[in-house]
T-cell receptor, first 116, second 112 residues
């Protein structure tokens, strides 16, 4: 059980280049999320997917697109990277703690992206 | 919009001390509150989750309390160890929301 995995771990892009960040979870969770983490600003939600086939905007969606390919995978695409998108990106999924009946978020290790 | 604040931003304590980390939030209509730990260059690991109807949760040396009416939560760490050094974040989930609102974290250093 690998939990939430993300690729790549590091990436450097030039302004205007495109790339896709991959995320997968093997916990059979319905909901998946993409966050960005910037110094002094905490984590902010970019997009989320409540279930396979659905996606919704979060707090900071501009400049990004997402695809919920299947229940396991949720990818984040930067079509034309900008320096303001330099950040650490985290994918997360939410699952139910059966013992307490509560939903709990599980995070991937992150992708550190630099746009020059 | 929910705003979550954590004070202090950084804290250094000698090994063995008990300590308290603070989290406050502006909208008391929350579904739950979660405390996470983040090691440098790593993702977030969930430590404790408190449902809005609960007052506290305990896990080993960690105890988290929640006072929803005043918009406050604390994370108490007993007998701190160097391995506790990390950034601790709190996050609140609003009712009906599919989102966690995060604080900016407290960076804890436990000095041997």
């Amino acid at each position: 059980n690998a939990g939430v995995t993300q690729t790549p771990k590091f990436q450097v892009l030039k302004t205007g280049q495109s790339m896709t960040l991959q995320c997968a979870q093997d916990m059979n969770h319905n909901s998946m999320y993409w966050y960005r983490q910037d110094p002094g600003m905490g984590l902010r939600l970019i997009y989320y997917s409540a279930s396979e086939g659905t996606t919704d905007k979060g707090e900071v969606p501009n400049g990004y697109n997402v695809s919920r390919l299947n229940k396991r995978e949720f990818s984040l695409r930067l079509e034309s990277a900008a320096p303001s998108q330099t950040s650490v990106y985290f994918c997360a999924s939410i699952g139910r703690d059966r013992g307490r009946g509560l939903n709990e978020q599980y995070f991937g290790p992150g992708t550190r992206l630099t746009v020059t | 919009k929910q705003e979550v604040t954590q004070i202090p931003a950084a804290l250094s304590v000698p090994e063995g001390e008990n300590l308290v980390l603070n989290c406050s939030f502006t909208d008391s209509a929350i579904y739950n509150l979660q405390w996470f730990r983040q090691d440098p260059g790593k993702g977030l690991t969930s430590l404790l989750l408190i449902q809005s109807s609960q007052r506290e949760q305990t896990s080993g040396r960690l105890n988290a309390s929640l006072d929803k009416s005043s918009g406050r939560s604390t994370l108490y760490i007993a007998a701190s160890q160097p391995g506790d050094s990390a950034t601790y974040l709190c996050a609140v989930e609003g009712t009906g929301a599919n989102n966690l609102f995060f604080g900016t974290g407290t960076r804890l250093t436990v000095i041997p």
